[in-house]
């Protein structure tokens, strides 16, 4: 976990504070570490606080399930492996209100094919931020009345701090690879990491409005190379602009690219190379680590209507296309290594439709 601290700007979420303050979970292959912790899921202030706001949010009584208790495949600190060279970059953005944690499915099998993935928590936006010494920061409230035109302005609020926090992020990485130190509130990295990110070969991974925010810093930013959309729907001007760059999207359930408007306009303008999968029988929230975590509590809790969160595609099969995907894409556009799956993916998977 790494701590950013970007003194140049006020807080743009927040103007009283005079700083836009960060938390980013960096994700790499790793050395065997014996000696270093499991990494949580969440971070332990952060789990309390997911278990006393979040899972009621999704009909998951506080107390009901152990949070704090879940694991990831990835050792705390472990040290960057020797043998992985220059590291391609992913930067992961989740979904409006989400803490980075919901991609962590998805992002720890990037890393696990030689990516460094940089996942992005939205101070004062997500829904808890937990920061070095337990102190958490929680989403500002919602305005009352939430009518079209709020939720727009929200949104593009929302997807400008993320880009400007993108940017912030990506010149912390080139700084530690030039030997510097910028202020980050970490006291130590692990070894080789400082040196690991190769920002040459860039891209955007992002989940509902990370979608967007993906889509939109690959237009504006040269060090990206490439972008890829989970089931969001894109925001002005990137909706209407379209890119050059490789973009791929992933759509749920029986959308296509005629059922969302910013897919049609976006789809239209681009010229660069581009992907459309659709993931049959899955939901919006398919693309989050709910959908691995939803079906474990089912059998013991009344989780109300999971199917229209997480679809009724399997765990397992959902999962596991996406990653294919997601490998295949970034595989493709950040380390020159085409496999073709993306435009047959069916002969694998059949859940995958190409959409024209």
């Known amino acids: 976990?790494?701590?950013?601290?970007?003194?140049?700007?006020?807080d743009p979420l927040l103007p009283t504070q005079p700083?836009?303050?960060?938390?980013?979970?960096?994700?790499?292959?790793?050395?065997?570490?014996a000696g270093?912790?499991?990494?949580?899921?969440?971070?332990?202030?952060?789990?309390?606080?997911?278990d006393a706001h979040s899972a009621p949010a999704l009909g998951i009584p506080a107390g009901a399930a152990d949070w704090q208790g879940i694991d990831t495949h990835a050792r705390t600190g472990a040290p960057v492996a020797r043998r992985a060279g220059r590291l391609p970059v992913v930067l992961f953005s989740s979904g409006d209100g989400g803490p980075r944690a919901?991609?962590?499915?998805?992002?720890?099998e990037l890393a696990s094919h030689g990516h460094l993935v940089v996942a992005l928590d939205s101070t004062y936006e997500a829904e808890q931020v937990e920061f070095p010494g337990g102190r958490v920061e929680r989403a500002l409230p919602l305005p009352d009345d939430l009518t079209p035109e709020v939720v727009a302005a929200l949104l593009a609020q929302h997807s400008r701090?993320?880009?400007?926090?993108?940017?912030?992020?990506l010149g912390v990485l080139g700084r530690l690879a030039r030997g510097h130190r910028p202020r980050t509130g970490t006291p130590r990295l692990p070894r080789g990491l400082a040196e690991a990110a190769d920002l040459t070969r860039t891209g955007v991974l992002g989940q509902s409005l990370g979608g967007s925010v993906a889509a939109q810093l690959a237009h504006d930013d040269p060090r990206v190379?490439?972008?890829?959309?989970?089931?969001?729907?894109?925001?002005p001007p990137v909706a209407d602009t379209?890119?050059?760059?490789?973009?791929?999207?992933?759509?749920s359930g029986t959308k296509s690219?005629?059922?969302?408007p910013s897919w049609t306009s976006f789809w239209t303008a681009s010229t660069g190379p581009r992907h459309a999968l659709r993931l049959r029988d899955a939901a919006h929230g398919s693309y989050t680590d709910l959908q691995v975590l939803l079906p474990q509590l089912t059998p013991h809790l009344p989780v109300p209507d999971p199917a229209g969160l997480i679809g009724t595609l399997t765990p397992h099969r959902s999962l596991a296309a996406q990653r294919t995907a997601l490998t295949a894409f970034f595989g493709q556009y950040l380390t020159d290594r085409p496999t073709g799956f993306l435009d047959h993916p069916g002969n694998a998977w059949p859940e995958l439709d190409v959409l024209h």
Not at 1 to 10: E, I, M, N, Q, Y
Not at 19 to 33: D, I, K, N, Q
């Open 1 to 10: 976990a790494l701590h950013l601290v970007d003194d140049s700007r006020p």
């Open 19 to 33: 700083y836009r303050e960060l938390m980013a979970g960096l994700w790499y292959p790793a050395e065997p570490a």
């Open 36 to 50: 270093h912790p499991r990494a949580p899921w969440l971070p332990p202030a952060a789990a309390a606080d997911w």
């Open 102 to 108: 919901l991609g962590t499915t998805l992002v720890e």
């Open 161 to 169: 701090a993320r880009l400007a926090d993108a940017r912030f992020a």
């Open 225 to 235: 190379r490439a972008a890829a959309d989970l089931d969001g729907a894109l925001l």
């Open 242 to 251: 379209g890119l050059t760059k490789p973009f791929l999207l992933m759509a």
């Open 257 to 260: 690219l005629r059922t969302e």
